[in-house]
């Protein structure tokens, strides 16, 4: 007779690098409450933040890389990188919540990966909640950089790992609508999705976050 082999041990990794208790606190707190509809509760580790990773960061430099190159040579020292991310409610600042933080630093940490002369950060896809956001936004921040006469961007949605709806309307169709309207050259980074070193990042994750027992 056979019996069923419960799963024990449980590691939980979000798709976004970056910690905020508004969005990956809440993944954190759902898989909690799935838990007690268990008959027996498996050991979790929930892997809260991965935006420090080293081949994190040299995954997206690399990315950063292959875009630049698609502008001319001749063009490419003109080129600013301009790093965007899910906005939130601008009410996580006085809760302390490490969001912006952690942006701040990928961002750095990438900009360091490549040497980069001048980069910038935005957020992008705040929704029409009537409270204040964070910000600039992206729009505003492309206005920005084409008044200080920069004509030349490279979009690093770094606060997203695939292609969808944030990536794919904000930045490809509002961000490049307002780009060309300012005479600007806008290519953004291909996303991470199923990339054979992506998927190898996040098993490294994983692999670092395996209890000790198992």
């Given amino acids: 007779m056979h019996t069923k082999k419960l799963i024990q041990v449980l590691i939980a990794i979000a798709l976004a690098p970056h910690y905020s ?102 957020y992008q896809s705040a929704s029409p909640t009537g409270e204040p956001w964070l910000g600039p936004d992206i729009l505003k921040a492309l206005e920005d950089l084409a008044a200080q006469g920069t004509l030349n961007v490279v979009s690093v949605p770094i606060g997203f790992v695939a292609d969808h709806l944030e990536v794919l309307y904000d930045i490809d169709i509002e961000a490049q609508e307002t780009a060309q309207a300012l005479g600007m050259t806008l290519v953004r980074v291909a996303m991470p999705n199923a990339d054979p070193a992506f998927a190898a990042l996040l098993a490294d994750v994983v692999q670092q976050n395996v209890p000790a027992m198992v």
């Fill in 21 to 122: 208790q508004y969005s990956i606190g809440g993944y954190l707190r759902a898989i909690e409450s799935a838990q007690q509809s268990l008959p027996e509760p498996m050991a979790l580790t929930f892997v809260p933040r991965w935006h420090d990773h080293p081949l994190f960061r040299s995954f997206i430099a690399d990315r950063i890389r292959r875009a630049i190159q698609q502008f001319p040579v001749e063009k490419r020292d003109q080129v600013v990188v301009l790093f965007s991310a899910h906005s939130l409610p601008k009410r996580i600042l006085g809760d302390g919540d490490p969001y912006p933080a952690e942006l701040l630093d990928s961002a750095a940490g990438v900009a360091t990966l490549l040497d980069l002369p001048t980069w910038t950060f935005a």
